[in-house]
């Protein structure tokens, strides 16, 4: 990206990718928190993000409908990787044997509010859990991300037809899961360390 004979990289550049974070970070902040829960962690996800999209600059898509689903494509391997990270964590915390503190509620919301929202939320993570995380990562994109078949494509470098039919399978999938009993056994931290199908 820098101009020739130069390590500073061109002011329309710079523009352009002030730009482009303007008009995206906030939509790529959703899908990472929607992902890990938490916004610091989400934030980093942000940065890291637009770190590669600075050092990858002259790959960027020329259209302009494909730039949101390819920014939510790095931020998901940035999700990743923070799993990953975050799974080798845990297996050394349980290996050097310590524990942490659970987490207090907020006192203003009522306890059958956050009992409902516990009951529910914890029906979905059972659900999902039992996908593997490419249905999940498709089926997140297409509802909360809102991406079509062509966004999709291009968040998965897959072409549009193949990203049709795994979107058509992982609903199937999906619904088969939802029809059938959800054993109680399947807890959110068996997938956090990395159990798929």
């Given amino acids: 990206m ?19 974070f303007q008009d995206h970070h906030l939509a790529v902040l959703r899908f990472a928190r929607r ?21 990858s600059w002259e790959k960027r898509p020329p259209d302009a409908a494909e730039v949101l689903p390819w920014l939510y494509a790095i931020a998901g391997n940035a999700v990743r990787n ?10 050394l915390t ?6 942490g503190s659970a987490a207090t509620a907020d006192p203003t919301v009522g306890v059958d509010v956050v009992a409902d929202e516990a009951i529910r939320r914890d029906q ?5 859990e039992r996908l593997s995380e490419d249905d999940r990562e498709i089926l997140t994109l297409a509802v909360w991300e809102g991406l079509d078949v062509a966004g999709l494509a291009t ?6 037809a193949a990203a049709k039919v795994r979107l058509h399978r992982a609903r199937r999938r999906l619904e088969a899961l939802i029809e059938g009993p959800v054993p109680a056994d399947v807890s959110p931290s068996s997938s956090a360390l990395g159990r798929s199908r």
């Fill in 82 to 91: 923070r799993r990953r990270s975050q799974a080798r964590a845990v297996r």
């Fill in 124 to 128: 979905a993570v059972r659900v999902l």
């Fill in 35 to 55: 992902r890990l829960g938490e916004d610091a962690a989400a934030w980093d996800v942000v940065s890291e993000t637009f770190l590669v999209v600075w050092r």
């Fill in 2 to 20: 820098p101009e020739e004979g130069s390590s500073v990289p061109p002011r329309s550049a710079v523009t352009l990718f002030e730009a482009l």
């Fill in 155 to 160: 968040a998965l470098s897959v072409s549009p």
């Fill in 94 to 99: 349980a290996r050097l044997s310590m524990t």
